[in-house]
């Protein structure tokens, strides 16, 4: 058995072997019927530890970044499927395979066929047209019948089985494939053994005893379990009534066989309720795995080994195709024009697109000589127009009488009578049957009569056709220029709530843009041209026209300055054309409009740290990068530590620094560090290995920087030390210098550093630091950390680590309170001196929260502690450590105001509880 695939290049028009060019699809259990709805081990890939604590009824789909949930509480396939479709151009997911990549995060947890399939098994498969399901049941078909016995294609030989193949069960299976389009006239209140001896007469069995004998056969088989029964296309009966009909018949199949069904998602839920006792799968998005084995799997198929690695680092990596990719039609286009060697890295998303509808019109094969001729400006504005309605309408989709309706309204603008070769329903059954341009989604009921459903074959091509209907002209509106109506449609945009998980315990959300249109703008800029010599494209404006006026005003709310900040990062990532200077306004609104969040960890959890991360590996990178550090070197205290903070997430790269590697990473940045090097250059190397020295710690949280060798550690402490005495216009260096010793000495944790012992002049740099009032309140606070676990005494939280289990106990009443031991305060009057005078200064509260850890790790408590350890300890965005640091020093300061404080913060979050 043989599948064709929209794929030429190489090999012309010939038919692909499935199992050469088969992919494993990525399956979402979405319904399951079985008790407690509980996922058995078996049911998920066993390379992803995370997804045995999954569940059918809310299933989670890592979709990106390590604590990025996209979370599907839904049973509804039309409901989960809603949010796949969204998601595939949603600026909600962002660029996350080469983030997903760089972190070594796991794929998303989703189960394969082979797992679900099984004796008796019955299965629905629902998912968008071009998305695997007919080619899935074909690789089924094809398999039991390669495996099978009697089969002429049967062999023992052992290496010709793919590994798909290998990972299906174990079984002799005789397949019996119905597809439903050959089943439109018959009566589907029949039995199924009278649908089968129906489909082996469209199969060519035109004799009736040879039909009927072949028919008892495969119905005594199925009596015995020996038939694997598959159903492509319930969707494609037209009428809802028919459709329920044979959902009905199907499901009241009693033969112990195993049973798979295919359906489109549109109007599924018309028969969901027939098929209950089904299990219910989406097809999932295309992860980078599935797109590797088909990069790989072509390449070997057409001899061609060297094409595996392009090939694949461009379907799998490449921001630009990222979305088409994620679907199997879409990425054998991509694929092809990857083949022809036209690809450029000054390529924009829309120029893909464009391509990519050029060769689904050059080279669908055409069954109807009205269509031989295909002109481009006969099909496309029509497409354009239509594009534009929908998006107007806020739907992915329409009935097919809205489309002739639209075309229709099309052709009265006297502006297309050059371009009305087709009447409208012509240019429908073109687009329709012959291209594929647009695509029927499903049925549904309009007037007690079922009515298709036509959507674009995906849903980012509406909104690419929509924008060139922007750029070109065809939303007549008479008096609304390009600019205008962008700029109508820039402020039409809903603002909505986007989670934030941190530590997988803690949601906070963000504000994004999340209207209809962004996509649409994204394209419609990305495709405008420069200004140049005084002259300007055909649709009057620029790029930079456009660009700048997505940035916020200072008048406009914070709340949606943040959301059009990220809005216009994220369209600066199509690289449109747009001069240096646009670039450096985006960058700037963006660093204006920092918050907490950004950049909070080596992960990028807002959507303003991955489209920063996706902007560094732009062609914009490297005016990013200078405009970012020129920020970080020209402002201070909080909005320095936020930019230093996301421009280290966002230029993270290269190897997680250890032993071996040492030497390779930290003498580059330590040469960059010295002073004969510009202010840039040496706030780079130093936030470099502040980065270095962070991650290492946080990607491995049991590991301390006590393995850089002898000769490499006294200098590297020594040249941070040594720069952290500069300031005035220096003091961004100084403030990144000692933001990296501190994660090179773990100051942020509650242990002493033992790899280096600090001499007295070392110690007395870090005092003087502390001391100086005209530094930046953030290195004066990382200098009072370092001083605080420099010593060699054992830390007051160390010491009450066996007190703090022992209050554990007394708190569960299964121990009863007594006295604990005094704690020994640490004597080092030089550092508590300092430290003291710092707390008492005019510093922002978040520094002062961490002077007041240090005081508390060498036993100093004074009254002007205690705020700032509350706000500490009811901080969540804090580790847990941090907290129970500040937990800890407040009840060894004791007195009424900590337990008036406590007791409010107990009953507080008692109450809180109550209410949900």
């Not at 016995?149 to 174990?170: F, G, K």
């Not at 549109?266 to 980078?288: E, Y």
């Not at 036509?454 to 924008?467: G, L, M, R, T």
């Not at 640091?885 to 009953?907: D, K, M, P």
Request: overall charge negative; glycine content about 4%; hydrophobic content about 40%.
């Amino acid at each position: 058995m043989e599948v064709g695939l929209l794929i030429q290049q190489q090999v012309g028009s010939a038919d692909f072997p499935i199992e050469d060019l088969y992919i494993d699809l990525p399956l979402l259990l979405t319904y399951d019927p079985r008790p407690d709805s509980v996922l058995l081990e078996t049911d998920v890939e066993q390379d992803n530890p995370s997804a045995r604590n999954s569940t059918t009824n809310v299933q989670r789909v890592e979709q990106s970044t390590l604590r990025q949930i996209f979370q599907l509480e839904s049973t509804d396939v039309e409901q989960v499927h809603q949010q796949f479709r969204d998601s595939f151009t949603s600026a909600l997911r962002f660029d996350r395979s080469p983030i997903r990549h760089l972190l070594q995060q796991p794929e998303p947890t989703v189960c394969k066929i082979s797992s679900q399939l099984a004796s008796e098994a019955r299965l629905v498969i629902v998912g968008d047209p071009g998305c695997g399901k007919t080619t899935l049941l074909r690789f089924l078909a094809y398999s039991y019948f390669d495996k099978h016995p009697l089969s002429p294609l049967h062999t023992e030989d052992s290496t010709r089985i793919s590994e798909n193949q290998a990972a299906l069960p174990d079984q002799s299976w005789i397949p019996v494939v119905l597809f439903c389009r050959d089943l439109l006239a018959t009566d589907f209140e029949c039995s199924l053994s009278h649908l089968i001896e129906y489909q082996l007469q469209k199969l060519g069995y035109h004799a009736n005893e040879p039909r009927r004998l072949l028919t008892d056969l495969l119905e005594q088989k199925m009596s015995e379990g020996q038939v694997l029964l598959l159903v492509d296309g319930l969707d494609e009966i037209p009428s809802s009534r028919k459709r329920r009909q044979l959902a009905q018949l199907i499901a009241n199949i009693h033969e112990p066989i195993p049973i798979v069904l295919t359906s489109r998602v549109f109007g599924f839920n018309t028969i969901a309720d027939s098929l209950r006792s089904f299990k219910h799968i989406n097809v999932a998005p295309l992860r980078g795995s599935e797109k590797k084995e088909f990069a790989q799997n072509f390449a070997k198929f057409l001899g061609k080994a060297s094409l595996s690695n392009a090939l694949e680092s461009f379907v799998c990596s490449d921001r630009r195709v990222a979305t088409l990719c994620e679907n199997v039609f879409p990425l054998t286009l991509i694929t092809q024009l990857a083949l022809q060697d036209s690809i450029s890295p000054r390529d924009r998303r829309g120029d893909f697109y464009r391509r990519a509808v050029d060769l689904m019109i050059k080279r669908r094969p055409i069954s109807d000589d009205r269509y031989v001729s295909k002109p481009n400006n006969e099909i496309l504005p029509h497409l354009e127009y239509l594009a534009y309605q929908m998006r107007l309408d806020g739907a992915q989709h329409w009935q097919e009488s809205q489309v002739i309706e639209a075309i229709e309204e099309f052709y009265a603008n006297k502006a297309t009578s050059r371009i009305q070769r087709y009447s409208p329903e012509e240019w429908y059954d073109l687009v329709l049957s012959q291209i594929g341009l647009l695509t029927i989604a499903g049925t549904s009921i309009r007037d007690q009569m079922d009515c298709d459903e036509v959507q674009f074959f995906h849903q980012s091509f509406q909104e690419y056709f929509a924008a060139q209907a922007l750029l070109n002209g065809r939303i007549f509106s008479e008096g609304v220029e390009v600019l205008q109506r962008l700029h109508q449609l820039v402020h039409e945009i809903e603002i909505a709530e986007r989670k934030v998980d941190f530590w997988g315990l803690v949601t906070k959300t963000e504000p994004v843009t999340a209207g209809y249109w962004q996509e649409v703008i994204r394209f419609c800029i990305g495709s405008l041209p420069r200004r140049k010599d005084g002259k300007f494209g055909k649709s009057g404006i620029t790029a930079d026209d456009a660009m700048l006026m997505l940035l916020p005003s200072p008048l406009t709310a914070e709340r949606e300055a943040r959301a059009l900040s990220i809005f216009a990062l994220q369209t600066l990532v199509e690289e449109p054309d747009v001069s240096g200077e646009t670039v450096d306004a985006v960058i700037d609104a963006a660093t204006d409009n920092l918050n907490r969040l950004d950049g909070f960890n080596t992960k990028q959890n807002t959507l303003m740290d991955e489209v920063l991360y996706s902007l560094m590996r732009s062609c914009f990178a490297e005016r990013c990068r200078k405009r970012m550090l020129q920020s970080f070197v020209k402002y201070c205290g909080n909005r320095r530590s936020r930019i230093g903070a996301v421009y280290s997430m966002a230029t993270t790269s290269g190897d997680v620094l250890n032993a071996d590697n040492a030497f390779e990473i930290l003498e580059p940045l330590l040469t960059k560090l010295q002073d004969n090097n510009s202010i840039k250059i040496r706030a780079d190397a130093a936030l470099k290995l502040m980065n270095a020295f962070y991650r290492t710690q946080v990607l491995n949280s049991n590991i301390r920087i006590d393995f850089l060798p002898d000769s490499l550690l006294p200098k590297t402490v020594g040249l941070l030390l040594e720069t952290a005495k500069e300031s005035g216009e220096h003091e961004a260096i100084s403030f990144a210098v000692l933001w990296a010793l501190g994660w090179l000495t773990s100051a942020k944790t509650c242990h002493t550093y033992t790899a280096y012992r600090f001499n007295e002049e070392e110690l007395e740099v870090l005092r003087q630091i502390v001391t100086d009032d005209r530094r930046d309140a953030y290195s004066r606070t990382w200098a009072a950390l370092i001083l605080s676990v420099c010593g060699t005494e054992t830390l007051v939280f160390n010491q009450v680590d066996d007190w703090i289990r022992q209050w554990a106990t007394v708190a569960d009443g299964r121990k009863p309170h007594k006295d604990l031991p005094l704690i020994t305060p640490i004597h080092r009057p030089q550092d508590t001196q300092v430290l003291q005078s710092l707390i008492t200064s005019d510093i922002p509260e978040s520094p002062k929260q961490l002077v007041a850890i240090a005081m508390g790790r060498l036993g100093c408590f004074v009254p002007e502690m205690i705020e700032p350890l509350l706000k500490a300890f009811q901080d969540d965005l804090l580790t847990n450590e941090d907290r129970d640091e500040a937990l800890v020093y407040l009840t060894l300061i004791g007195g009424e105001q900590v337990i008036s404080s406590l007791t409010q913060i107990i009953n507080t979050s008692i109450n809180s509880k109550g209410d949900e």
